[in-house]
């Protein structure tokens, strides 16, 4: 048995940027605000075992909110010509359900 389960999201939203001078060094400010909807998302699969027929199971896999907030923020400072420090922070925020991401990088140019 082969299956195929696809999943289709629409998002909506606006992102913006600010650069300003920190400590005489540039620092990039972006900010994401939007809004996120799902339209099929069954996420469960009805399986069976070749050699065992009478062997079938079904897994169902987590599902998204159908409605969601989206925000981000990120912040990237330049330290140097060749060295920039940045970080991240992602948010989905739904009615029964929060997301949240941080990530963090230090870029080195060569």
Request: charged residues 20%.
């Amino acid at each position: 048995m082969n299956r195929t389960n696809t999943a289709m999201r629409s998002e909506l939203g606006v992102k913006t940027a600010v650069t300003m001078q920190v400590g005489g060094r540039a620092m990039t400010v972006f900010a994401d605000l939007g809004w996120s909807h799902d339209f099929l998302h069954d996420m469960t699969f009805a399986a069976s075992l070749s050699p065992v027929p009478a062997a079938s199971f079904s897994v169902s896999g987590a599902r998204e909110e159908r409605e969601a907030a989206l925000v981000a923020a990120v912040i990237d400072y330049q330290m140097s010509s060749k060295v920039s420090l940045s970080g991240r922070l992602d948010g989905t925020l739904a009615d029964n359900s929060r997301t949240y991401g941080f990530s963090a990088a230090l870029k080195v140019r060569f």
